[in-house]
């Protein structure tokens, strides 16, 4: 049997799947933690995915490994390896000005067109702006620039800091793919290159892709979809990583007609098209995927801790949370949650708060603040979808996963706020399934076709009080 792994570096842990080559069947499954925060030492990434590699067996026997991750976070290295400071994530909104600067020194349509997105604090652009002023002793020191998936393949292969890698500090073994790359408004999908006037324009100083002539800070070669980024010191052929929503993707087999809702720490829109998408309201972003394709995507802050919030606000765990939400009418009998908890990205609104609208003496009760919570939040990715068929994707079907997905009560209320067939997949980590089809994609040279288990698709059943509600609730947000 021929073995393979897939790695999901997320925000909230680090997951690892063995698979059979041949099958697709999972073999092994490994978990560690990672720190909460908006900005992490990657050390604790390092050290969370040694450890579920451990519980995951090992890959002694394995004979090909990928890493997907978080996208946009700043990882910044000095000339000897080492991390210059914790690494911004994408939830750090302390960049918003410095993407307003950015589009106003640029232009929101001329970011559109180059790179194929426009600059929001989530993304890596703004986070090197904010570093640069906010930091310039820091920014000073910084050699390369990495995305978290970027930094711990470059670990895997071996290289980091004197003393603590077999290899050293060679910054230009560094790499990424196009997924990742696209979501640092300094790469372009439809380019397919790095856009170092953008880059410069965010850091203020120049740079280059690894393996390239020329000085300047060191920015990860870009592989395509089957190719490998090396091999570890033991051997094990390492693939070339993706974003986690192009994982998911892939994880999914995600096809023409697929649009993908997934309710993690963040919640996202996707779909999988040919062309390159180019939105200047910087509504939609304009990603690549990792299959060679594009990845239109809208991306919510607010997801599923939007449920845990209100849980732990009513007392109640999540079955409990379905329970009543079940109980009360679509439309929670006017009661409407903003669930801007903490700021907004979709719309861009990183300084928002939550809000509740429409209470009443009578309406004032568990059960209708769980159903508002379940609608607000779906709410806010079924705007993502509109905004998804506004740059031309059209929807067979839409595929719910993540965590919540799972819950009962979110599934069914999901078939009452989307209008077209929701398809909840068995429950899997499927941006870990994805990085294991890049494993065995560039093991083999061919995508490997596993099967995708799913429910049937759930009646469509929209009920347009939701939307209305919540409509006029956000109109002056």
């Not at 990424?176 to 850091?203: K, Q």
């Not at 209008?419 to 040279?445: F, I, M, R």
């Amino acid at each position: 049997m021929t073995l393979v792994a897939g790695v999901d570096s997320s925000t909230q842990s680090c997951k690892v799947v063995v698979r059979d080559l041949e099958t697709g069947a999972v073999v092994r499954y490994g978990r560690a933690a990672h720190p909460d925060g908006t900005e992490v030492d990657p050390a604790a990434w390092w050290a969370a995915l040694q450890q579920a590699i451990e519980e995951a067996g090992g890959l002694d026997d394995v004979a090909a490994v990928s890493i997907a991750g978080q996208q946009h976070g700043m990882v910044t290295l000095d000339a000897q390896g080492r991390v210059v400071r914790d690494a911004l994530l994408w939830n750090d909104t302390r960049s918003a000005q410095a993407a307003r600067d950015l589009i106003d020194e640029v232009g929101a349509a001329e970011y559109a067109a180059r790179v194929g997105v426009v600059p929001v604090a989530s993304f890596t652009a703004t986070k090197l702006r904010w570093l640069r002023d906010a930091e310039p002793a820091n920014a000073e020191r910084v050699a390369a620039v990495a995305l978290p998936h970027d930094w711990l393949t470059w670990r895997l292969l071996g290289y980091g800091p004197e003393g603590e890698s077999e290899l050293g500090p060679d910054l230009d073994a560094l790499t990424t793919d196009r997924s990742d790359a696209s979501g640092t408004a300094y790469w372009g999908a439809a380019s397919g290159a790095y856009d170092l006037d953008l880059f410069s324009r965010a850091f203020g100083r120049a740079a280059r892709e690894a393996g390239t002539a020329g000085d300047g800070i060191v920015l990860p070669r870009v592989l395509g979809p089957a190719e490998s980024a090396g091999r570890t010191p033991s051997g094990v052929l390492v693939g070339p990583g993706a974003g986690d929503n192009a994982g998911a993707a892939l994880g999914l087999g995600a096809a023409d007609g697929d649009v993908v809702v997934s309710i993690g720490t963040s919640g996202t829109v996707f779909a999988v098209t040919d062309a390159p998408v180019s939105d200047e309201s910087g509504t939609v972003a304009g990603f690549a995927d990792a299959s060679g394709l594009s990845l239109p995507l809208i991306a919510t802050l607010n997801a599923a801790r939007v449920l845990s919030s209100i849980s732990g606000l009513l007392s109640v765990d999540f079955d409990e949370l379905a329970d009543l939400a079940l109980s009360a009418e679509p439309g929670a009998e006017g009661v409407v949650l903003v669930p801007y908890f903490e700021g907004e990205r979709t719309p861009n609104l990183p300084d928002a708060t939550a809000s509740i609208h429409g209470l009443t003496i009578a309406s004032t009760r568990p059960s209708t603040f769980a159903r508002a919570a379940i609608e607000g939040m779906l709410c806010g990715l079924a705007d993502g979808l509109d905004a998804v068929r506004t740059v031309g994707v059209r929807e067979k079907r839409v595929l719910l996963i993540g965590g919540a997905a799972q819950n009962r009560a979110v599934a069914a209320i999901a078939a009452q706020v989307f209008d077209a067939p929701v398809v909840v997949p068995a429950p899997g980590e499927y941006v870990a399934n994805g990085a294991a089809v890049q494993a065995a994609w560039a093991l083999t040279g061919e995508r490997p076709e596993w099967t995708v288990d799913a429910a049937p698709a759930l009646a469509v059943d929209t009920r347009p009080v939701i939307r209305e509600q919540y409509a006029r609730a956000t109109a002056g947000a």
